[in-house]
């Protein structure tokens, strides 16, 4: 029986007293499956005595690695981290028990030796412990890797993925492995020519290797390159956290779709699912070792970073995956929208006045622009789902890989984001919402294809850089948008005739001007009407055109409101029996809506007066405003 201490040391102590075994060179050790090829699972073949001299000649291998998961064992235990008493005593049993017996004791039969009650009595109280417990027996044991000398504390199923990949380096069959998506185990691409900007493929499989154990499959590329892939051992991080990617060979592009089992005595034998399938797009590409991509499918992107490491294992190079998707909201928390006063239009004159800043009401959606060193965040004044921000960057081709003016980062800007045509007419909000509601793919691909261009009319500031204090008064916060605008723009062409301060005038004549210059609808980027704000800052007014439509009532909804129950508005429809165009729920007194809820009879089937500023193909009225009821 061996006695506590040691048991590499004991280990080959005991096969010095062993008949002699065949010479075996002290070199790393190989994979199981090159030292055996019975085609077995390797995490249940005995050890052999050439396993065993392997292991005593690569010693200095193995040590780190057991010092690692000694500590490892202590520490769940509630031991002194160096203690070496159980621990070692439970291994020096391993070792003087028969072949069978470990082998049973790797299966975890019930039959097994008597260590199996000890590592019984573990499972039941640490499973994560057993699991990593046994992975290392069978791995150390059998020599299914070798532990790094420069990383002695490296995770089992980081080795024993960078075991798999080894292997595949060091015996590629093409023939064998085209049909399982590896045209040549050795080609791992060149990351150089992935297209950066447009959209690619993006997958995510979960690969539950016989081998390697649980882990994600990453894989970017397109058809003609086909798909860059990395080993992640965890799944894909969370926002702000990382994980290791270990590259593997270059797969073909069909395969990043594929689900379903690969047989035993194949390379990445086990079960595979598809986790994730979509598109991304590269956002920048460092020869030096970077590569930086956003997930593209979805409304909210997720931002990824793959970042090369320090090489591991016998020199192979080693990548980091870390996520870099924002998690703050305080740009939408700290945003204080104001109050605007809506003006009719017959009492537009009152602000034709020096004292106030009058500019074009563009209906498009608002936005709160922060300026970072190399790029602009956008994101909406307002929340998604999950109370998480919604962002706009990736949709504004350009925003990103900016050279950002010193002393301008950390700054918010507040304006309006619209799109145009090619004619630099601004398109309808249905347009506009359609590219920013739908997946950043999709956005950047109907720009694109319908030759759109998203651009921001900035209007105000929510914070200057460096914690400045900002002006009071808003003709003053105006200039200061002007000279910011002007010195982003110089040094970032890219970005003239995108990003630009809202037209705007003090001068009585230019107001009226742009008022009748919209009202004939002669104005490219709105027809909605104008703002007029105080000059020292107040409450900002909206004088909205518009045209009296009749309609009939069809339906209350109510509000969603925490106070007294009210109607939120009607539904209506143009003709008195057609089908339902839309409906309105603004120009309401709080009476009506209370007496509309309560007595919806009353309502129903009556003719309306609503104001609206236009008319869709659908019949449906743009921004409709009740004026009365019409008997």
Not at 166 to 172: K, L, M, N, S, Y
Not at 237 to 242: A, I, K, M, Q
Not at 273 to 297: C, V
Not at 592 to 602: E, R, S, T, V
Request: aromatic content about 8%; glycine content about 8%.
């Amino acid at each position: 029986m061996f006695k506590a201490g040691n048991w590499a040391n004991e280990c080959i102590a005991k096969q010095a007293s062993a008949p002699a075994a065949p010479a075996v060179p002290a070199a790393p050790l190989q994979p199981v499956r090159a030292l055996t090829r019975t085609g077995k699972p390797a995490a249940y073949l005995p050890p052999t005595r050439e396993a065993l001299a392997a292991a005593s000649a690569a010693s200095s291998q193995v040590m780190p690695y057991v010092s690692s998961f000694r500590q490892l064992f202590n520490r769940r235990m509630g031991r002194p981290a160096t203690s070496a008493g159980d621990f070692d005593t439970l291994m020096g049993s391993l070792m003087d028990a028969s072949p069978r017996a470990r082998q049973d004791i790797f299966k975890a039969s019930p039959g097994a030796a008597a260590p199996v009650n000890y590592l019984a009595g573990i499972r039941q109280s640490s499973p994560k412990l057993h699991g990593y417990l046994m992975n290392m027996l069978r791995n150390s044991f059998l020599g299914v890797s070798a532990a790094p000398q420069s990383r002695p504390g490296l995770n089992i199923k980081e080795a024993s993925l960078q075991a798999e990949a080894d292997a595949a380096r060091q015996a590629p069959d093409p023939a064998r492995d085209a049909d399982l998506g590896i045209p040549d185990r050795t080609d791992y691409g060149d990351l150089s020519r992935l297209p950066v900007g447009d959209p690619i493929t993006y997958s995510v499989q979960t690969h539950s290797a016989l081998r390697s154990g649980t882990h994600s499959d990453l894989r970017i590329g397109t058809p003609e390159l086909g798909m860059y892939s990395w080993a992640v051992p965890k799944q894909l991080p969370l926002p702000g956290t990382r994980h290791l990617a270990i590259p593997q060979a270059l797969h073909s592009h069909d395969y990043a779709s594929f689900e379903g089992d690969i047989p035993k005595g194949r390379y990445g034998a086990g079960r595979v699912e598809l986790a994730d399938y979509g598109s991304a797009i590269i956002t920048r590409y460092d020869p030096n070792g970077r590569l930086d991509f956003i997930t593209a499918h979805r409304r909210q992107p997720e931002r990824y970073s793959l970042i090369k490491t320090r090489a591991g294992p016998r020199g192979h190079p080693r990548w980091l995956l870390v996520n870099t998707t924002p998690t703050s909201t305080e740009a939408a928390d700290k945003h204080r929208k104001p109050p605007y006063a809506v003006v009719d239009p017959a009492k537009a004159e009152q602000f034709f006045d020096p004292r106030y800043v009058v500019s074009p009401k563009i209906d498009g959606a608002r936005m709160i622009a922060e300026l970072l060193p190399d790029r602009i965040e956008m994101t909406s004044y307002r929340r998604g789902a999950g109370n998480k921000s919604i962002s706009h960057t990736h949709k504004f081709e350009g925003s990103l890989g900016l050279r950002m003016p010193r002393g301008y980062s950390g700054a918010r800007l507040v304006g309006e984001m619209y799109a145009t045509d090619e004619a630099g007419r601004a398109t309808t909000p249905q347009a506009l919402s359609g590219i920013l509601n739908s997946s950043t793919a999709k956005a950047v691909a109907d720009q694109r294809s319908r030759k759109l261009q998203l651009r921001l009319a900035l209007f105000d500031l929510d914070r200057a850089a460096n914690g400045a204090e900002l002006p009071k008064a808003y003709s003053e916060r105006l200039d200061l948008l002007r000279r910011m605008t002007d010195a982003i723009t110089a040094r970032n062409a890219k970005l003239k005739g995108r990003i630009d301060v809202i037209p705007y005038t003090r001068d009585p004549a230019a107001m009226r001007r742009l008022y009748d210059t919209i009202r004939a609808g002669r104005y490219p980027l709105t027809s909605e009407g104008i703002v007029a704000t105080p000059a020292e800052g107040g409450r900002p007014a909206k004088i909205k055109f518009g045209r009296e439509h009749n309609v009939y009532i069809r339906g209350i909804f109510p509000a969603n409101n925490k106070g007294t129950p009210r109607a939120g508005g009607f539904e209506y429809s143009l003709t008195p029996g057609g089908p339902v165009a839309g409906r309105t729920g603004t120009g309401f007194g709080h009476d009506i809506l209370i007496d509309m809820l309560g007595d919806p009879d009353k309502y129903i089937g009556r003719s309306a007066r609503v104001n609206a500023l236009g008319q869709f193909d659908s019949g449906s009225l743009k921004a409709p405003s009740f004026i009365s009821l019409n008997d």
